[in-house]
């Protein structure tokens, strides 16, 4: 079955530095991949959707000069939380859809907990 | 709000009972897929059910929808320990997927 990876699985920050978080599909190609965030005993929330070779689209309150989205190829997206702050301090997600398949499915990475201290 | 509801947002129940929840959303989808998040860890997708279809059944698992109501219900059958999780619905429409509140399942052995 698809396979979606993410990098670092825990990170923990200091505040006012920056964090970055891979995702890689590891045996497809995804032309779109999905950026989440989760807080403690909540939902998932969609931030941003990221598309190789553009720019990302980023939901409405998510600021994307903090969130910094890279789809380079079609198998890698990265976030970037610039200057993170306590407040930032999630479990931050990624999902792809195949790109072959062009499946409704979305396949989800196992997920990024950062802590900013 | 961005996401759907679900109902209940807990549930605890005895090994070998069935365990149903509810899914309302908000906008007009493709599809709806249903996902199980244990602590702490990633999603897994269970079933995906299209917008023209009304039951699909995966194992244990039957989930129904209702257009008309923007409605959707799973349930786990002779539910086992391992089954203790959160459970979310996600709506499908274009290319997102929008959650529901979640439901979390504690199946007591």
């Known amino acids: 079955g698809a396979v979606v990876s993410q990098h670092p699985s825990r990170v923990i920050c200091k505040s006012g530095t920056s964090v970055k978080i891979e995702c890689r599909s590891l045996?497809?190609?995804?032309?779109?991949m999905f950026w989440y965030r989760q807080f403690p005993k909540q939902s998932l929330m969609l931030m941003a959707t990221?598309?190789?070779?553009?720019?990302?689209?980023?939901e409405q309150g998510v600021e994307k000069d903090k969130f910094l989205i890279n789809h380079a190829s079609l198998t890698l997206s990265t976030l970037t939380v610039t200057s993170a702050h306590p407040e930032d301090s999630s479990f931050y997600i990624c999902?792809?859809?195949?790109?072959?398949?062009?499946?409704?499915?979305?396949?989800f990475g196992p997920g990024t907990r950062l802590t900013v201290t | 709000s961005q996401q759907g509801e679900e109902d209940p947002q807990a549930l605890s129940i005895q090994e070998g009972e069935n365990a149903t929840m509810n899914c309302s959303y908000k906008?007009?989808?493709?599809?709806l897929q249903w996902y199980r998040q244990n602590s702490g860890r990633g999603l897994v997708h269970l079933i995906l059910?299209?917008?023209?279809?009304r039951e699909k059944h995966s194992g244990r698992l039957r989930v129904t929808l209702d257009t008309s109501k923007k409605s959707s219900s799973l349930l786990i059958t002779a539910s086992r320990a391992a089954d203790t999780a959160s459970y979310f619905c996600?709506?499908?429409?274009?290319?997102?997927?929008?959650f529901g509140g979640g439901t979390r399942v504690l199946v007591k052995p």
């Open positions: 999902s792809a859809r195949d790109h072959e398949t062009k499946s409704y499915e979305q396949y």
């Open positions: 059910i299209r917008s023209n279809e």
């Open positions: 990221s598309n190789e070779g553009s720019k990302a689209t980023y």
């Open positions: 045996d497809f190609q995804a032309t779109t």
């Open positions: 996600a709506s499908a429409a274009g290319n997102k997927l929008t």
């Open positions: 906008t007009s989808i493709n599809n």
